[in-house]
């Protein structure tokens, strides 16, 4: 058994979660939930990022303090992790004491390494994305300089702390050569590469031009930059600087999740301060797409950004988690759209899984007395389905460790679809007068690939699949992958079906 450490990214409160949100904490989700299901020993992390002038700006503007308006954007995220059933071991937030423990003595072994230096900063500044660029970087409109993600620059001059990124530029370029896995997809690692070729500058770690942050050990007219505060909630969460803490035998992380807008600061900044302080980088920085929304861009002037716990209401909470996995491969760009995911729902989830386990369940309680036929020896037309039902959970794992989430549905669906080509062919409610013994043998193959298909699915739509499993007679013991190789007896009572998915009524 191992021990895996996944991650969301901790999310900024200056505004309240959105689908984006959403979508990249149900990817660690699903992972944490198919390792847990391997028997691994898991360690889930997800929170609130609380600090920097962003936020200090968006609680003036509330007419509230900044702790109080963290506190309430922060339960807002809170509620998210619960209302979508996520399976988080903890949840860290940047203004606890744990966090701005780890943090200074972070930046004390940082000092005592000689890796900070007092200077002083100027240059073009981001208060939206709380980062500086070059002028190589910036575009001008209307006499209005921008960063490449759109915030508007400003150009700032103060004393600050730095940290010497220039002298790890090398070691991060042979990092990544001797780790091809560690950025990922491909697309972001390439831009990652490039980047740190153009050549790395010292890093600005401090700020004195706002006050909401941690402060700096010894100099409190500082505050630590806000991206040096947030990635240590990684180590914080593990016990740093407890290295003899029972959770830091989860570090390294396996995978950090994250929005391609921050992996500069996930595979560029974080690795570097880690190995400058004598500690082991993450293995792996996934960074996603962006949703658009019907065909546009998801933005607050907009005011076309989804709430989660909205669609929750309209779809179900299991429907909305497949679909966000299913639509779009995970390192892409994808479009919300309504349409889709009532597609989805009726054709995927209603129509091939659902009316499959209605079909058989409801001969088994016609046909067998509602109890479980017998395991039998597979015939010649059973054989491809059988063989493809034994090879699909390695089939999925596969798919999962590179983060495949939408491949992984697609081999679970594919075999749903064969499984409804085959109960068509053998058409078990005709062999009821044919043959009975025959009958029973199909009823029983059915009733394994449901119980493989359920087992499988359970980390992308657990409340379903656990009634799915209620309904298959699986003891809460045996929904492990391993116990798919141990056959339920024979005669056990199978309660009566009722449906599993709703279709979704379209208007005409």
Known sequence: MARVYYTTPIYYVNDKPHIGHAY????????????????????????????????????????????????????????????MGYSNDDFIRTTEPRHRRACQALWEELVRRDEIYLGHYEGWYAVRDEAFYGPDELTERDGVKYAPSGAPVAWVKEPSYFFRLSKWQDWLLRFYEENPGFIAPGSRRNEVISFVKSGLQDLSISRTSFKWGIPVPGDPAHVMYVWLDALTNYITAAGYPDTGADRWRFWPADVHFVGKDIVRFHAIYWPAFLK???????????????????????????????????????????????????????????????????????????????????????????????????????????????????????????????????????????????????????????????????MEVVLRHLHTALRVFATVLQPFMPGTMAAML????????????????????????????APLFRKIEVAA
């Open 24 to 83: 990249t904490s149900l990817a660690t989700d699903v992972l944490a939930r198919w390792k847990r299901l391997e028997g691994h020993e898991v360690f889930f992390l997800t929170g609130t990022d609380e600090h920097g002038q962003k936020v200090e700006k968006a609680a003036q503007d509330a007419g509230m303090e900044p702790q109080a308006f963290t506190d309430q954007v922060s339960q807002s995220f809170r509620v998210l992790a619960e209302r």
């Open 276 to 438: 400058a302080a004598g500690l082991e980088p993450p293995r792996r920085v996934f960074a996603h797409g962006w949703w658009t929304i019907e065909g546009q861009k998801m933005s607050k002037s907009l005011g076309n950004a989804i709430d989660p716990l909205a669609l929750i209401e309209e779809y179900g909470l299991d429907p909305l988690r497949y679909f966000l996995l299913r639509e779009v491969p995970f390192g892409n760009d994808g479009d919300f759209s309504r349409a889709a995911l009532i597609g989805r729902v009726n054709g995927e989830l209603a129509d091939t899984l659902g009316n499959l386990a209605n079909r058989t369940l409801s001969l088994i309680q016609r046909n067998c007395g509602g109890r479980l036929p017998a395991v039998a020896e597979a015939a010649p037309a059973d054989a491809d389905l059988l063989q493809a039902l034994a090879a699909l959970p390695a089939a999925v794992a596969g798919h999962l460790e590179a983060q495949e989430f939408h491949l992984a549905l697609e081999a679970i669906m594919a075999q749903a679809r064969a499984a409804n080509g085959y109960i068509t062919a053998q058409q078990p409610w005709a062999l009821r007068k044919t043959d009975p013994a025959r």
């Open 470 to 497: 209620d309904q298959l007679g699986v003891p809460e013991e045996a929904r492990g992958l391993a116990a798919l190789a141990t056959p339920l007896p024979e005669g056990r009572p199978l309660p009566p079906p």
